[in-house]
């Protein structure tokens, strides 16, 4: 049995539009429009969608955007002093979401 991950399905990605290609079509062109440096640059935007792929845990696009970051020259140290911004980020958020906790906690106390 293989594994869920597999390196050679990041190839496949070109085919998500298979059984919907106006919206797959929609997609890539969303995508490209997105991607194309405008007031963020190139290198900028790697960098987020590095970020974002491993706070979001999406081993394809891990593989996708380190490439991609290395290909630019972005350096390993940079790579991942975003990575820790990403962590710090999740982080203020979960505990962000204990005022939850802490708001049912107080009422039950009253």
Avoid at 19 to 45: H, V, W
Avoid at 46 to 59: E, G, Y
Avoid at 97 to 109: A, D, N, P, V
């Amino acid at each position: 049995m293989g594994e869920y991950y597999e390196k050679k399905d990041l190839e496949d990605f070109e085919n998500i539009g298979e059984y919907a290609p106006e919206l797959g079509q929609k997609y890539f062109d969303y995508y490209d429009t997105t991607m194309k440096t405008g007031r963020l640059s190139e290198r900028e935007k790697a960098l987020i969608a590095l970020v974002v792929a491993t706070t979001q845990k999406c081993p394809y696009c891990i593989d996708a955007y380190t490439n991609q970051c290395l290909s630019l020259s972005i350096s390993r140290e940079e790579m991942m002093e975003a990575v820790h911004v990403g962590a710090a980020m999740t982080a203020g958020i979960v505990l962000a979401y204990s005022t939850q906790m802490r708001k049912i906690i107080k009422k039950k106390e009253m």
